[in-house]
């Protein structure tokens, strides 16, 4: 069956790095995505990965191992802005987007 | 660019009146999504259509119906509200050509509230 794995709430302080895992069984993959969802606002876009290996984009970096059904988001120099939630979500062989239900990152000072 | 709004912003609603939430795009993308998002539940897709003139069933379907007569506008019609519809509606499109192209962009949301 479908099933993407998430914590459900994770806590950091400001200035530190944290990693958020992702775990998933889908029916065929054809690709991860990782969004950033304020709190009363749309979830926004932040990273696609296909391949394994490490995007990097700035602060946000997103690993991927497809043997391993494996994804991390990793948020590096955190603040107070970064608190967010965090939804991983896998595009099928159908080409449907599975979703997590996210992980609600508290940044502390 | 809007890229893609909805209305209403927020609604409430009496159990059984037909409501229709509104969504526009003007990205000119091919597919659009209705999902709703209740708290731990994460997002559900209720509709999508992959173009113009077609629409498909997602993961909770019942209770909802939608039409795309046109690229930009893909309206959702509650037919006759229940309380277990109270939710935050999200809107969505995307290219959808494949590869990062699928990435999905949202609206800002409808806030519904069925008593």
């Known amino acids: 069956g479908q099933n993407i794995d998430q914590p459900t709430e994770m806590t950091a302080t400001e200035g530190a790095i944290v990693q958020i895992n992702c775990t998933y069984q889908?029916?065929?993959?054809?690709?991860l995505f990782w969004y950033q969802q304020h709190a009363g606002e749309a979830p926004t876009f932040l990273s696609y990965?296909?391949l394994d290996g490490l995007e990097e984009k700035g602060r946000f970096s997103s690993f991927l191992s497809r043997s391993k059904g494996y994804s991390y988001l990793l948020l590096k120099e955190l603040q107070m802005k970064d608190s967010a939630s965090y939804l991983c979500?896998?595009?099928?062989?159908?080409?449907?987007?599975?979703w997590g239900a996210g992980t609600k990152l508290i940044i502390k000072p | 660019i809007a890229g893609i709004t909805q209305a209403p912003t927020s609604q409430i609603l009496a159990a059984g009146r037909r409501m229709t939430l509104r969504c526009t795009q003007d990205?000119?993308?091919?597919?659009m999504y209705w999902y709703r998002q209740d708290l731990g539940l994460g997002l559900r897709l209720i509709h999508y259509?992959?173009?113009?003139?077609?629409?498909g069933k997602g993961e909770v379907p019942d209770g909802y119906s939608v039409s795309r007569a046109n690229t930009d506008d893909f309206p959702l019609t509650l037919a006759s509200a229940v309380p277990s519809q109270t939710s935050v509606y999200f809107c969505?499109?995307?290219?959808?050509?494949?590869?990062?192209?699928?990435?999905?962009?949202f609206g800002p949301g409808t806030r519904l509230t069925v008593l």
């Open positions: 990205m000119r993308h091919n597919a």
């Open positions: 990965n296909v």
């Open positions: 259509s992959n173009t113009a003139g077609t629409t």
């Open positions: 969505a499109s995307s290219d959808s050509s494949g590869g990062a192209s699928d990435t999905q962009y």
């Open positions: 979500a896998v595009i099928e062989s159908n080409y449907q987007l599975i």
């Open positions: 889908t029916s065929g993959f054809n690709g």
